[in-house]
């Protein structure tokens, strides 16, 4: 049954397939990795040739790094990666039941491998990974020295997933379809264009709520074929104000560095499901959040933070869209999904990582 609101307020129209609170309500897939934090020092940093802040993928000096922090630092382990960040997020804003989120990626049969999976199950996600022995399972090494946060990237095994060999299992496949919310960050459009694709298809078909994070610029600007691909079927779309400028430029050939002007731009694009409008929902950092639903655009501001207060800015973004599902899976109002993300958002940036207290406080 449908499930009307009035679309001046940003309320949204769902179809009620199941249970608000439902497990395997919401649907992620991405690169899995295991964040791995601890305190280094500089010896460590320049051994690896680290800058006290910074963020890179690993090269072939960097394979022992991951060996060695375990070895030599007192090391906290945490399921990571943007995708089951945001489903980890939307789980602890929700609370109960437990699994409410699924999450679908791929690791290596390895120590690095159980450990994720055990923080998985910690955080209450229904985590189901393809595992393979061809490369290790995929690292986030957080070398912290005072106040910065040197961040290496391995992704390894997060790059091995197959549609064949998982997402097509029936078993597998039953969970996708349980959903009525799916969720993939842009980073996954390198990996598996395919198991996107079967997922945002079916999603449109059963008009259910395909979300979609443009991620990064290198997306934008070296996957916009990908990208472009799977637009039609979106009908969230996350961003913020600088990968958002690259995705006008790159992939709607505009040059505008107004966001409103691209939200509308990124809405107004072709639809495949016309049941339901395309929301596109841009952030930018410290300033108001801007939103687009058919014509209107309307704005948010967030909530504010004394500068001393701010810890770790780098989980902020995967927080937000946490939150925001977290509205969307119980069939929120928009602006309460913004307001929910706003919240997740806060509540990290105060802390190391992306971490959160036990329960939120959030009403």
Known sequence: MLKPSPLADFSLYIYSHSLCF????????????????AVVDKDFLDKYTLKPNDQILA??????LFEEIV?????????????????KLAQWMIQEPHNVGT??????KDKFGEILKQK?????????????????????AACITGDNRSLVANLAAANCYKKDKHLDLEENWKLVEKAKVYYIAGFFLTVSLESILKVAKHASENNKLFCLNLSA????QFFKDNLMQVMPYVDVLFGNETVSQTFTLRSLDKRTTDIKEIAKKAQALPKVNTKRPRIVVLTQGKDETTMALHDKVQTFPVLKIDPKD??????????FVGGFLSGLVQEKPLNQCVKAAHYAANVIIRRAGCTFPEKPDFK
């Not at 070895?71 to 960040?85: I, L, R």
């Not at 999450?103 to 290596?108: A, D, E, M, S």
């Not at 701010?310 to 927080?319: F, K, L, R």
């Open 103 to 108: 999450f679908f990626g791929c690791i290596g």
């Open 120 to 140: 998985a199950e910690d955080a209450h996600i229904d985590a189901h990974y393809y595992e393979q022995d061809e490369e290790p399972t995929g690292t986030c």
């Open 71 to 87: 070895k030599k630092f007192k090391v906290e382990y945490h399921a990571g990666g943007a995708t089951q960040n945001s489903i």
């Open 22 to 37: 439902s497990p395997n309500s919401l649907f992620g897939m991405g690169n899995p990795l295991l964040d791995i934090s």
């Open 59 to 64: 090269e072939d000096k960097h394979k022992a």
């Open 310 to 319: 701010i810890v770790d800015t780098n989980g902020a973004g995967d927080a």
């Open 217 to 220: 610029p290198f997306i934008c």
